[in-house]
């Protein structure tokens, strides 16, 4: 079953523009992870946060997670369109070892 | 990182028919499931292969219908059994070492008319 919901569900933006994505989930984590999908293929893993974590930075991403809240935010910066995809988070639950996906958001970045 | 091949790549089928998809790591890897993307989805897992042993089926998901094989730790199938137009979807294994990042193949797209 899917964790949570991701808005918006869709976002186009131009290049050079910042996008932010969020993502909600509804039970206790260990970690919150960020994948990236090109066009119906393969999942690329983009940025994992710990349960005990507030904010990360990886290149032009950028992760921050309210686990009181139970939501997290994805921010990349200077969007190019490469960036073009659709985004997913995934938590990995307490106690499991598999992901559970949100329902993604698709990014399209306007050169 | 870990590389992760899956065949076939795409397929077309006919209702009442089975497929097997294969999936191979280029390493030896402790975990691997495979997940389902319905059309325009986000991805659900369909169960966790556990090497020797019965596959973790979640939910919704039964061994009757998606029989999964891991023989070794680098190699496991998935066999959509039966299968009816909304079987249709992509399906992806991916491999992790347990509740850390998973690595992900290319996926198998699968088309039942």
């Known amino acids: 079953s899917q964790q949570g919901e991701e808005d918006p569900q869709a976002l186009s933006i131009q290049e050079g523009e910042n996008a932010t994505m969020n993502c909600s989930y509804k039970t206790s984590i260990n970690n919150l992870q960020w994948y990236r999908q090109n066009s119906g293929r393969g999942l690329v893993h983009l940025i994992l946060?710990?349960?005990?974590?507030r904010e990360k930075h990886s290149g032009r991403l950028r992760v921050t997670l309210d686990t009181s809240k139970k939501s997290s935010s994805l921010l990349i910066t200077a969007s190019r369109a490469a960036d073009t995809a659709s985004y997913f988070c995934a938590t990995v639950d307490t106690g499991r070892r598999a992901l559970t996906f949100g329902s993604g958001t698709r990014l399209q970045v306007q050169p | 990182s870990a590389v992760i091949s899956q065949k076939p790549s795409r397929d077309i089928c006919q209702r009442g028919t089975s497929l097997t998809i294969q999936c191979q790591v280029d390493s030896q890897v402790t975990m691997m499931f495979w997940y389902r993307q319905q059309p325009g989805q986000s991805l659900t897992l369909i169960a966790t292969a556990n090497q020797g042993s019965e596959a973790t089926y979640e939910s919704g998901f039964v061994i009757d219908k998606f029989p999964i094989s891991r023989p070794n730790l680098t190699f496991s199938t998935l066999t959509v059994s039966n299968m009816s137009p909304e079987d249709s979807s992509i399906y992806l294994c991916?491999?992790?070492?347990?509740?850390?990042?998973?690595?992900f193949g290319p996926g198998t797209r699968l088309l039942v008319l």
């Open positions: 946060i710990r349960s005990n974590e």
């Open positions: 991916s491999v992790g070492q347990g509740g850390e990042t998973q690595y």
